[in-house]
Structure formats: structure tokens, C-alpha cells
């Protein structure tokens, strides 16, 4: 009697005739179809095609080594093709790769781990795969929401962001949403992502903000020092032709950061410059120039 429990892909073991043959030997049979590294390589390594092959090996647990005891190869209807065997004092012992079939038969045959978690971790999705999957159906929802939803158009990164990480563990459980909840709760991702994301849109836009304002504040300071330097140094009448106050400015610049707004005031002074009649002209930058002071 057999019970064949799948490994990873295309391979079995039978875990019903697993037995221990030394004192630290076990020897167990492994089934390999089409799909499988083990089935590929003997079809191309002997030229032939097979349905099947049956493999006996033989894990020494405390070397950590592993030879071939036996191989039967069997056509698509079930007759065997070849077979062959091996005595134990005949076999090539061959170190166990860390990473492979062996290894994992290794883990099993030491109850290092169990067949459901093996079994558990063939049945996922490839990490880098959902990782992708769930963007990119992020990105999409977040296109549809922002058609309704205004502020998702201004930051579209941090939406993109939490629905990619809500939704991941959907796509790495292949959509087996009773295996999934048991390691994830999608309520709680969503809230821990939202509130993560919104706590740093709200430090950006703080920065942003507070940065702004300094910014402004500075040129607003330097409009008056240089609206002070045209009335009182340079003679004009209040308010002073735009072209001195801007002089002035861009000679005496400390801090380039100071005058990010520079091209306002000469924005100014140009739509200004349409008024023909000194009057008209005078209260223009007048009026603008009070619009900065109280501001």
C-alpha cells in the first residue's frame, strides 16, 4: 500500500512505506512525473520518454548525504521500460545541496518539518509574482477610484501603496481565502497601511507646508527692505518702481532658497507695464505690493 504526498511540483513521496534501515539511515521512494527537474533530466539525460519514474533513496540523517539505492522507469500506460538496483554497499553517497528535493526529503524524514507545511508552502504563489500581481491590480483600482475620488489624483502613490499591500496575501494564497485568513487579516493590513500612509503624507505635507511659508516669509521681508531702500535710499516716490525693489533683491541674494518667488514680483512689474498713465501704473504696483505685505 502507498500514500503519495506531493512535495513540489510534479514529485511525490510515499510516505506510508518511509522506513528507517540503520541507525541513521532512511530509505524512502520518490515519484516523479512530467513537470518535474528529476523527470525532465532523465528524459534528456537517456533520450527517452517515460510516464513516470520511481526513485529509492537512501538519507543518511547524521552526514547529511543521500544516495540512489534503486530506479524504475515506467512507459505512459504503466509498463515498466527499465530497472535497476543497487545493494547498500554499492551506492554513491553524495552530500545533501541546501535548496533541493533532497533536502526537503531530509526535513521530512527528520520531522524537521511537516508534510502539510511543505505541502502549505507548494501551494503558494511565487513571492515575486503576487508581489507584482497585487501592484498592478492596485494600480488599477486606484485609477478607478481617483475617477471619483479627487484627492486619490493628488497623491495616487499612497492609495496604490496600501490597496497593493491589503490585497497581496489574496494573490500569494492563489484567491484560497480559508487558508489565508488563518495567517492574515486583510481589515488590519488595510488599517495599518492607511494609517501608516496617511501619517506620512501628513509629515510631508507638513514640511512642505511649514518650508513654504518660510520661504515666503523671507522674500516678503526682503520686498519691504528693498521697498525701504528705493524710497529712502534711492530717492524714489513710494511706491518705488518695481525694477528697484527686484535690483535690489537680486543683489543682495544670501540664501538662493530665499528667492524661489522672484519671478513673481517681475510677473508683476510686466503686467503692470500695460498702464500707460504713471497714475495708473503707480497704483498697480501699489496695490500689489500690498497684497505681499499682508499676506
Not at 133 to 158: A, E, M, N, Q
Request: charged share 20%; net charge positive.
Amino acid at each position: 500500500m502507498t500514500d503519495w504526498r506531493k512535495i513540489e511540483i510534479g514529485t511525490y513521496i510515499d510516505i506510508e512505506n518511509m522506513e528507517q534501515i540503520g541507525e541513521n539511515i532512511f530509505e524512502c521512494w520518490i515519484k516523479s512525473e512530467k513537470g518535474s527537474y528529476v523527470f525532465e533530466n532523465t528524459q534528456r539525460k537517456y533520450n527517452i520518454k517515460i510516464g513516470y519514474q520511481l526513485c529509492k533513496y537512501l538519507i543518511n540523517c547524521s552526514s547529511r548525504e543521500f544516495a540512489i539505492k534503486g530506479i524504475i522507469l515506467y512507459s505512459k500506460d504503466g509498463q515498466i521500460i527499465e530497472q535497476g538496483n543497487l545493494n547498500i554497499m554499492e551506492v554513491e553517497w553524495t552530500q545533501i545541496p541546501p535548496d533541493s528535493l533532497v533536502n526537503n526529503i531530509l526535513d521530512i524524514v527528520t520531522g524537521k518539518i511537516s508534510y502539510t507545511d511543505l505541502q502549505n508552502e507548494n501551494n503558494l504563489m511565487n513571492p515575486h509574482g503576487s508581489f507584482w500581481l497585487s501592484v498592478i491590480i492596485g494600480f488599477i483600482i486606484t485609477l478607478i477610484l481617483g475617477i471619483f475620488i479627487w484627492r486619490i489624483k493628488v497623491d495616487p502613490f499612497f492609495t496604490l501603496t496600501t490597496i497593493a499591500y491589503t490585497i497581496h496575501p489574496l494573490f500569494r494564497y492563489k484567491f484560497n481565502y480559508k487558508e489565508m485568513k488563518l495567517k492574515h487579516n486583510l481589515l488590519r493590513r488595510f488599517i495599518i497601511m492607511g494609517l501608516t500612509m496617511h501619517c506620512l503624507f501628513m509629515f510631508g505635507f507638513y514640511t512642505n507646508t511649514t518650508t513654504y511659508n518660510n520661504i515666503y516669509q523671507n522674500f516678503v521681508t526682503n520686498i519691504q527692505e528693498g521697498r525701504y531702500y528705493c524710497t529712502k535710499i534711492a530717492k524714489y516716490n513710494d511706491p518705488p518702481p518695481l525694477s528697484c525693489i527686484i535690483n535690489y533683491i537680486e543683489n543682495n541674494r544670501y540664501d538662493e532658497s530665499k528667492y524661489k518667488m522672484l519671478n513673481k514680483l517681475k510677473n508683476i512689474e510686466q503686467e503692470c507695464h500695460k498702464y500707460y498713465s504713471t497714475s495708473e501704473y503707480t497704483n498697480c504696483i501699489g496695490k500689489n505690493l500690498q497684497n505681499f505685505d499682508n499676506k
